[in-house]
Nanobody, 131 residues
Framework: RVQLVESGGGSVQAGGSLRLSCAASGFTFSRYSVAWFRQAPGKAREAVASIWIPGLNTRYGSRVAGRFTISADTISADNRENTVYLQMNSLMPEDTAIYYC???????????????????WGQGTQVTVSS
C-alpha cells in the first residue's frame, strides 16, 4: 500500500534552515508527482512545492520561491522506497506550520499546487520558526 512518511521537522530560529524528507513506498515512484503542502493553525492548506518525478519538473508556491528547493532521490531502482526532500533556507516565523507530503499518479497540467488533486498524504511534520 502507498505510504508517505515525513521527517526532519523541528524548531529553528529565523534565518535558519531545515531539510524535510518524505519517504515514499508502495507505488511506482517514477510515475508520480509528489508535493509538499503546509497548514498553519486556523489557516487553509497552502502549496509549498511540487515535483513531477519522471522529468523532475518543479513548481513552487509564491511565498517560498527562491528560499525552498524540492528534490527527489530516484536511486532505488526497484521503487521499494524513494525519498522526496524539501530544503528550506532563510526560514521566517510565517513558515511555521505542519508540513505534509502528498502524491498522485495522474495530475492535470497546471494543477500541480492544488491539494485536492493529490490522492495520498502523509501524517505531517511540525516546523516551528521563532523570531
Amino acid at each position: 500500500r502507498v505510504q508517505l512518511v515525513e521527517s526532519g521537522g523541528g524548531s529553528v530560529q529565523a534565518g535558519g534552515s531545515l531539510r524535510l524528507s518524505c519517504a515514499a513506498s508502495g507505488f511506482t515512484f517514477s510515475r508520480y508527482s509528489v508535493a509538499w503542502f503546509r497548514q498553519a493553525p486556523g489557516k487553509a492548506r497552502e502549496a509549498v512545492a511540487s515535483i513531477w518525478i519522471p522529468g523532475l519538473n518543479t513548481r513552487y508556491g509564491s511565498r517560498v520561491a527562491g528560499r525552498f528547493t524540492i528534490s527527489a532521490d530516484t536511486i532505488s531502482a526497484d521503487n521499494r522506497e524513494n525519498t522526496v526532500y524539501l530544503q528550506m533556507n532563510s526560514l521566517m516565523p510565517e513558515d511555521t506550520a505542519i508540513y505534509y507530503c502528498a502524491a498522485v499518479r495522474f495530475l492535470r497540467i497546471g494543477a500541480e499546487l492544488q491539494p485536492r488533486e493529490y490522492d495520498y498524504w502523509g501524517q505531517g511534520t511540525q516546523v516551528t520558526v521563532s523570531s
